[in-house]
């Protein structure tokens, strides 16, 4: 079993930046893909970011590409998004996933632990 927890949203303005973290908890969370999702009001979930379980290999979505990274910190059972250059756009709650099987993969369906998610506001 694996919680995850997130943190570092917030309010920021168009062009600035916020790190997102992601705390888990459990001890084989270093076997497991992260990724990233968000959603926005009115909007289905959206695939952001993933990154495998060592940490090696990353994928992102195009809307967010060259803006945002991803980081894992195996040590301190946390994940990262960093995001810069923000854009209104990017307004949503983001929710931080694991999933079981390793891989690169962007559907939500293929993740098994969500966490509860954190506001990201970005004003005009």
């Known amino acids: 079993q694996v919680q995850l927890v997130e943190s570092g949203g917030g309010l920021v303005q168009t062009g600035g930046s916020l790190r997102l973290s992601c705390a888990a908890s459990g001890r084989t969370f270093s076997r497991y893909a992260m990724g990233w999702f968000r959603q926005a009001p009115g909007k289905e979930r959206e695939f952001v970011a993933t990154i495998s379980w060592r940490g090696g290999s990353t994928h992102f979505a195009d809307s967010v590409k060259g803006r945002f990274t991803i980081s894992r910190d195996i040590a301190k059972n946390t994940m990262y998004l960093q995001m810069n250059s923000l854009k209104p756009e990017d307004t949503a709650v983001y929710y931080c996933?694991?999933?079981?099987?390793?891989?690169?993969?962007?559907?939500?369906?293929?993740?098994?632990?969500w966490g509860q998610g954190t506001q990201v506001t970005v004003s005009s």
């Open positions: 996933a694991a999933q079981v099987i390793p891989g690169l993969r962007s559907g939500a369906e293929n993740y098994d632990y």
